[in-house]
Every structure is written in structure tokens, then in C-alpha cells.
């Protein structure tokens, strides 16, 4: 009997086609006069728009899939990192991540301004006893000592009899990374870039391995945008396409030669869209170039983003990873390395390896990240918002070509001034609160959190070469918080005690609770304990209830209304019983005239500098950083 086949039923026939501008009816009234664009719409570090509600018309108008170049077991491949500067502790910690999930290693080698390995092949050796190097891969963080990091490898190699086909590795010879990093080369770049060219030329005919790295990871943990990260990778990887072409290594060659390096942090759809951009931007050049698909064999080699990495609460670390893993691999990377939870304060032990290394497996075993290619196409969001990057991208690396390429650029500190622009904005929106990071400046944990590390291992000096430019110095978004909270606990190390400030309560609970609640949070993120009174309901309690704490500064915590009968009785009577400062939790701006004449010196809100009221009260309260 033949199945006959059904027609379609118009579910939604009888109800009108959605029209953007009837929802931007509702939207108007919801938002009762607030303005729309500030409301609702985001904006990136690249100013750009982040809409509340995408559409089928906001996506490009023809898109295709940006997936995985290649696969690997399992997945995308798990490229773990080691910086002990043991060759035996690396060789252990190697062992055991290869037999508990990982998929290759990479191996950080001691340079000026870096620890790890040494070069020699004697030390390599060690740490690769055991490997089986036909099926493992070998990646190298060496900087300047890249060459002679790379000998001995191929030196171990040969040793081992691996042939030029079983080779599986990558270089990551980046120069131009290197000067951006330290501000400073051993030989001039356009020299620097010719010996790039002779590695990957020497290189090409081990088909497994890549030379070089256009990394843009040193602009975004100097705090570049997406775009700036994007174009600056973009600028480097021309660069080595010219030097390899000077050198007779044509562009279809070259670029099979060249790995590419970039950033995942915590924003995943942000991440997903900037890996995806560049593939688009990676292609392009690669169409100029009349390399033609020669970019699809092109490798993304992601790594967790350093500067979104907490010393303080570092568990929370564990969230940022996951999704900046997820974002890798959702926007096609095919190499993901995870940072330890505990980076940010030192050497990683045996455990926090294991989480990195089960970051990689969850995803890709328990949550099948790794089943679909491009799981982002078609999203009208993502597609939407990986357009625009790549535009913004190409614009910034036209700028950049404009000013004789990326070496230029960094000798005339153009791009260390771009960047420099979109990290201090970045500063000011951490710091006002526009920008929160969980368990530093949101939800911080006050009292010791239980993690303890061996210090990272002392690294040679950074010493000027040939040529100098200024340096872009890496740095974490927590670190004016961090800052507050160490003169803290230098205090406490000092004197026996916290820095304190008396939470006044005036009214019942739930008329206080919130702003308190608020108010303990923010001062705690500056390493300071507030000390709650009881429900207070007039100001002589309040006086009596802040004599009796041993506090010097107090805050005033409560609703407008109670601040309109109860704020300048009582911040009187505060600075009565020896207040130094007195704060008051909100901004009710009709009475602030009033407050501050009754004795409040500060107001502290949402969206106040968080850093400049926090380094004033610790003044205040004798603390010194």
C-alpha cells in the first residue's frame, strides 16, 4: 500500500505577516520614551551595532558555510601547552595529557622575556620521550629562538626516523609577533622576514607542518578589538606572502605554510563571528594573490584568551574557557588551546591541566560541538555580525598597508595607538560598570578562595636588537581590581584586620536590601567588608550603631524616599560620631544639594568609577597600595 503523501498545512496563514515596524510599536511602549539606540542596542569595542532583533534582511545575501578545514579525532585538535622549564616535568605532563584526551603539544621554549624549555635537542628529547611523534603533533611558542628551537626538533626527528610525511608539527616563526610582543628583533624586519621566507620555503616539503604563525593574539591581549585582532593578523600574514615570494615561494605554496593564530575569550558569539571573518579575510587575499582555494588548507590555531583570565576567584576561570572553547570551536577552529584556570597565578598543576584538557572532551563528546561544520550559517545574526567585522577588519588593514605595512605600522606606533585608544575605553567601561566581570567587579568572593600555585619560573630579560618600537604590553581586564584587592590583603597582613565600612540601613529590609545587597558587592570588589547595622528607623540609633562597629567611614543604604526623611539627619549625626567619609548608596539627584551640605562626600551609583572611588576610600581608610 502506498504512503500518500500529505499537503503542507499553513500554520500561520491565519495570522498576519510579522512587520518590523508593528514591533517597533510595542517596543516604544515598552520602553516608555527610552531611547531606542541606547536601550537596546549594543555596540562592540568596534562601535559596531548589536541589534535586539535580527531578520532574514539583516543577513548577507549570500553566505557559505565556514567550516573546519581539516578534522581531526574526535574533533578539532586538543593542543595542550607546557611551560616548565623541566624537561622531565614537561615529558610527565606531556604522557598524561596524550593518554587523557589531548591531541598535540605545544611546547614553550625559554626566550627573552619568556621561560620554558630550553632549545637544545637534548632538552627535547627528554620532554618528547615516549611521544610518538609519526602521530603527534609538535607546536613551538619559541620567539626569537625559534630557529634554533626549530633545528633541534628536526634534529629529533631525523634521529627518530620520522620521514618528511609523518612530520606533524608547527613552527609558529613570527617575527613580526615577536616585535609587536617584546618591541624589539635581532635583525630588522624586512631581514627577519626573509628568514621567515627560507623556513617555510625549506619547509614545504613536509606536507604536516607549518612554518610560520600571523598571530594576532599580542594586539588582543594588548587590548585590540576583534577587528584590530583581525587586522593586524591579516597585515602580518602579507607580510610573509611577500617575503616568501621575493624568496620564489609562490603565494598557492606559501600559504599552506603559514598557520594562523588568534584569540577566543568570553564573548561566544563574538568569537565565533571573528574566527569566521577570517576565513572571509584570509580568502580574499588569497583571491588577490591568485592563490585561489589554496586559503581552504589554512589552519586556525585558537587559544584561550589571557587578559579575560581573574587571579582572584579563579574558578569562574572555568566559564570563561568553556565558552571561549565553544566560540573556537563554533567559529571553525581546528586547533583549540585552553589555558589552565589558574594561568593568571602561576605555574599549572597536574589538576588544573585536567580541567583545561575535559574543557576540550565535554564539548566535543558529551555536547557534540564537533558534529556539525559551521553550526553559526545561516544564523542571521551571526552572519550579520561576521560581515561587519570582516569589513571593519579590511578597512583597518588598508590603514595599516597605507602605512607601508605591518612592520611600518608598528615602527611609526601607529597600531600601538589604535589599540591603545580601544583598550583604555575598555578600562573606563570596566571600571564604570558597563562592563562586568563575575567575581571581580560583580559577585566578588571576599574572603580567600582556596587556590594555591607555585609562582610562573623567572624569564631572561628582554635585550634590544636591531631594530625598536614600542612594545604592546599584554594586560588582564582585572587588573585595577586585582590591585585594590592585594593592598587589601596587605592591610589585613599588616594591621590583623579588613579595611571596614559601616552599612547604615535605614528602614525596614525590604526597603534596604537591594542597595546594600549592591553596595556590600562594590566595596567588596576594592577588597573592603562592609559591616551591616541592624534596621535602622532614626538617625541618634545610627550614630550609636556606628560608635559601637570600630568603623571610620560608614554609607548611608536605602530608598530615595527614605533618604528624603531620614538622609541629612543622619549623615549629620554620622560625621557627629567621628565618620571620616560618609558615602550614601544611589543617586537621588533632587536631594543631592542637600545630602552633601548634611555631611555626604560621596555618592556611590551604578555607572560611578568603580576604581577612582574604591583608591579614594582605601586613602581613607589608611590602606596603602
Not at 626527528?157 to 628583533?185: Q, S
Not at 567611614?553 to 560618609?582: F, P, W
Amino acid at each position: 500500500m502506498e504512503a500518500r503523501s500529505k499537503p503542507d498545512v499553513p500554520l500561520a496563514a491565519e495570522f498576519e505577516p510579522p512587520a518590523r515596524a508593528a514591533w517597533l510599536t510595542l517596543v516604544e511602549k515598552a520602553l516608555k520614551g527610552g531611547d531606542f539606540e541606547r536601550r537596546l542596542v549594543g555596540r562592540t569595542a568596534d562601535a559596531l551595532a548589536i541589534q535586539p532583533l535580527y531578520t532574514r534582511r539583516d543577513a548577507p545575501a549570500e553566505t557559505a558555510p565556514v567550516g573546519r578545514t581539516g578534522w581531526f579525532p574526535g574533533g578539532w585538535d586538543v593542543r595542550q601547552r607546557h611551560i616548565d622549564t623541566d624537561p622531565k616535568a614537561v615529558n610527565a605532563a606531556i604522557l598524561d595529557d596524550l593518554t587523557a584526551g589531548g591531541t598535540s603539544v605545544l611546547l614553550q621554549i625559554s626566550a627573552p622575556g619568556q621561560a620554558g624549555l630550553s632549545y637544545g635537542a637534548h632538552a627535547l628529547a627528554q620532554a618528547l620521550e615516549g611521544v610518538f611523534l609519526n602521530a603527534c603533533a609538535i607546536a613551538l611558542d619559541a620567539r626569537e629562538n625559534t630557529l634554533d628551537a626549530v633545528g633541534s626538533l628536526l634534529e629529533i626527528w631525523r634521529e627518530k626516523g620520522i620521514n618528511e610525511n609523518d612530520r606533524r608539527g608547527a613552527f609558529n616563526y613570527d617575527p613580526l609577533g615577536v616585535l609587536a610582543k617584546t618591541g624589539t628583533l635581532y635583525y630588522p624586519p624586512d631581514r627577519a622576514c626573509e628568514i621567515a621566507a627560507k623556513l617555510a620555503s625549506d619547509s614545504r616539503t613536509m606536507s604536516h607542518v607549518t612554518a610560520l604563525n600571523a598571530d594576532g593574539r599580542p594586539y588582543h591581549e594588548a587590548g585590540g578589538s576583534e577587528a584590530q585582532e583581525l587586522a593586524a593578523m591579516l597585515a602580518t600574514l602579507v607580510a610573509y606572502l611577500r617575503a616568501c615570494e621575493t624568496a620564489g615561494l609562490r603565494p598557492r605554496m606559501a600559504l599552506g605554510q603559514i598557520a594562523i593564530g588568534l584569540a577566543a575569550d568570553a564573548d561566544l558569539f563574538l568569537t565565533m563571528a571573528k574566527l569566521r571573518a577570517a576565513r572571509r579575510l584570509i580568502s580574499r587575499v588569497a583571491e588577490a594573490c591568485g592563490a585561489g582555494t589554496a586559503a581552504e588548507k589554512m589552519q586556525i590555531a585558537a587559544t584561550t584568551s589571557e587578559r579575560m583570565m581573574a587571579r582572584r576567584d579563579p574558578w569562574v576561570n572555568m566559564l570563561r574557557t568553556t565558552i571561549a572553547c565553544a566560540g573556537a570551536a563554533f567559529g571553525g577552529a581546528e586547533a583549540i588551546t585552553v589555558l589552565p584556570f589558574t594561568w593568571a597565578l602561576g605555574k599549572p598543576d597536574a589538576f588544573a591541566r585536567r580541567i583545561a584538557r575535559n574543557t576540550h572532551l565535554v564539548l566535543q563528546e558529551e555536547s557534540a560541538a564537533a558534529r556539525v561544520i559551521d553550526p553559526a550559517h545561516g544564523s542571521w545574526y551571526v552572519e550579520a555580525l561576521t560581515g561587519q567585522l570582516a569589513g571593519k577588519a579590511w578597512e583597518l588593514f588598508q590603514a595599516i598597508e597605507a602605512k607601508g605595512g605591518m612592520a611600518r605600522a608598528l615602527e611609526s606606533g601607529f597600531v600601538q595607538g589604535e589599540i591603545a585608544r580601544v583598550a583604555e575605553a575598555r578600562a573606563r567601561d570596566i571600571a564604570h560598570g558597563r562592563m562586568e566581570m563575575t567575581g571581580v567587579s560583580a559577585f566578588p568572593m571576599l574572603g580567600d578562595d582556596g587556590v594555591r600555585v607555585s609562582p610562573h619560573a623567572p624569564f631572561d630579560p628582554i635585550v634590544k636588537g636591531g631594530v625598536s618600537v614600542t612594545p604592546l604590553t599584554p594586560h588582564r581586564l582585572a587588573a585595577p581590581f586585582e590591585r585594590l584587592r592585594d593592598a587589601s590583603d596587605a592591610h589585613v597582613a599588616k594591621t590583623g584586620r579588613r579595611p571596614q565600612v559601616f552599612l547604615a540601613a535605614l528602614g525596614d529590609p525590604a526597603v534596604h536590601s537591594a542597595r546594600a545587597t549592591w553596595i556590600r558587592n562594590f566595596l567588596a570588589a576594592g577588597g573592603i567588608e562592609a559591616v551591616a547595622s541592624a534596621p535602622l528607623h532614626n538617625s541618634a540609633d545610627a550614630g550609636t550603631a556606628f560608635a559601637a562597629s570600630g568603623a571610620t567611614v560608614a554609607c548611608l543604604c536605602s530608598a530615595d524616599t527614605v533618604y528624603a526623611e531620614l538622609g541629612e539627619a543622619t549623615a549629620g549625626v554620622l560625621k557627629q560620631a567621628g565618620a571620616k567619609q560618609v558615602l550614601l548608596a544611589g543617586r537621588p539627584k533632587d536631594q543631592e544639594a542637600a545630602l552633601k551640605a548634611a555631611g555626604v562626600d560621596t555618592f556611590v551609583f551604578a555607572g560611578s568609577d568603580a576604581i577612582a572611588t574604591l583608591t579614594r576610600l582605601n586613602e581613607t581608610l589608611g590602606v596603602r597600595g
